[in-house]
Structure formats: C-alpha cells, structure tokens
T-cell receptor
Framework: DADVTQTPRNRITKTGKRIMLECSQT?????MYWYRQDPGLGLRLIYY???????NKGEISDGYSVSRQAQAKFSLSLESAIPNQTALYFC??????????????FGPGTRLTVL | GNSVTQMEGPVTLSEEAFLTINCTYT??????LFWYVQYPGEGLQLLLK?????DKGSNKGFEATYRKETTSFHLEKGSVQVSDSAVYFC???????????FGRGTSLIVHP
C-alpha cells in the first residue's frame, strides 16, 4: 500500500465551487506539506504543518486554506475555485529526525481543472 | 535566501547516451543537496542525496557530487535508458530550515 495517498486523483470543477483535496499518510511523520506544480514553474509551497496544532503559510497561500485533522491527515481547500488554480497538487511528508538531510515523501498527486 | 537553478529542458537523448543535468545553488548556511525524480503520472521520489562537500550520492546508475567550490550538484548517468524518461528536480535544505527549496525541474526524454 502507498505510504502517502491523495484523493481524488483527478477533479474537474467550475469557477466559484468549493473544493477539498485530501491527504493521508501511514508513515507516522509529523510534518506535512501541500505543493502545486505548474509547467515551467516547478513546485511551489502552499501550506505546511509540523504537527496537529501547527499550520504555516507557504509562498502561495492566497485562495487556499488547510486543516490538519490528525497526525495522518492534512486537507487542502479552495474556498472559491478560479481557473488559474488549475494545476497538479502534491501532498508530502517528512519526519522530525534531523533537520537538514531528511527527505520528503510525496503522494501521487491530484490533477485539478477549474473551468 | 536559498535558490536552485537547473538547466532548462527538455533534454532529449538516444538510449545509451551520456546524461548531464546541471544544478547550481545559492544558500545561507551549509545545505544538504537532493535530486528527486518524477516519473509520468507519479509523485516525486528521492533519487539521491549528499550532505557535505565532496560527498557523492548515487542510485540506479545516477551520480551527483556535492561541489562546494562551484556551488553545484550536477546529475550524471553514463548510459540512459528509455525508462529514465522523467522530470528531475534538484533541491536543497539548510540546517536552519525545515522547508526544501526546489529547482524548476528538467524534463528528460530518452528515445530508443
């Protein structure tokens, strides 16, 4: 079974709709992240959380919100979707041990299209 | 602040050709360096890493050497295969930051 799962894998929605993307992990990691990937722009950090009570904005948080329901679950919401939020969204996790050299583990991604 | 610059793609090669994907960085502090690979339809996964100067990370025939003097971490493979077609991301993390900095990614296309 995959260690980091994302649902849905694909979603098409209309402008103005509220959308929630969900992420679950079985790795036991405290740190979780949401990124979006756009062609030519690489990965950009939306939000991150270091534990259940900790939520931090990334470089492109406007138009997004998150909820850390449990250590294993981290959801991303688009309150009112707009077309330029069409992108590939990734959830990632990492552990607490060490600071500099611990890798991130990524989910398979959610492809979101906003019409 | 931290930044990572990768060569723009796509890089198009024939099978068994030699591969180099350039990566240079700027960092406050002493970074750990990573290469991630994203196969079509999948998330990123760690390919290799190096945590101090002159370290060489290696995996699946890929290698990269941490060059502090040139602030570089170029990815190389002696003989690429069609199955290596993917997007490759260079990244760094510094000791005081829990958030990695990613490059924009380089697409590799390998033809039979």
């Amino acid at each position: 079974d995959a260690d980091v799962t994302q649902t849905p894998r694909n979603r098409i929605t209309k402008t103005g709709k509220r959308i929630m993307l969900e992420c679950s992990q079985t790795k036991g990691h405290d740190r979780m992240y949401w990124y979006r990937q756009d062609p030519g722009l690489g990965l950009r950090l939306i939000y991150y959380s270091f534990d259940v009570k900790d939520i931090n904005k990334g470089e492109i948080s406007d138009g997004y919100s998150v909820s850390r329901q449990a250590q294993a679950k981290f959801s991303l919401s688009l309150e009112s979707a707009i077309p330029n939020q069409t992108a590939l969204y990734f959830c990632a996790t990492s552990d607490l041990q060490g600071v500099g050299d611990n890798e991130q583990f990524f989910g398979p991604g959610t492809r979101l299209t906003v019409l | 602040g931290n930044s990572v610059t990768q060569m723009e793609g796509p890089v198009t090669l024939s099978e068994e050709a030699f591969l180099t994907i350039n990566c240079t960085y700027t960092a406050t502090g002493y970074p750990s360096l990573f290469w991630y690979v994203q196969y079509p339809g999948e998330g990123l996964q760690l390919l290799l890493k190096a945590t101090k100067a002159d370290d060489k990370g290696s995996n699946k025939g890929f290698e990269a050497t941490y060059r502090k003097e040139t602030t570089s971490f170029h990815l190389e493979k002696g003989s690429v295969q069609v199955s290596d077609s993917a997007v490759y991301f260079c990244a760094l993390k510094t000791g005081g930051s829990y958030i990695p900095t990613f490059g924009r990614g380089t697409s590799l296309i390998v033809h039979p």
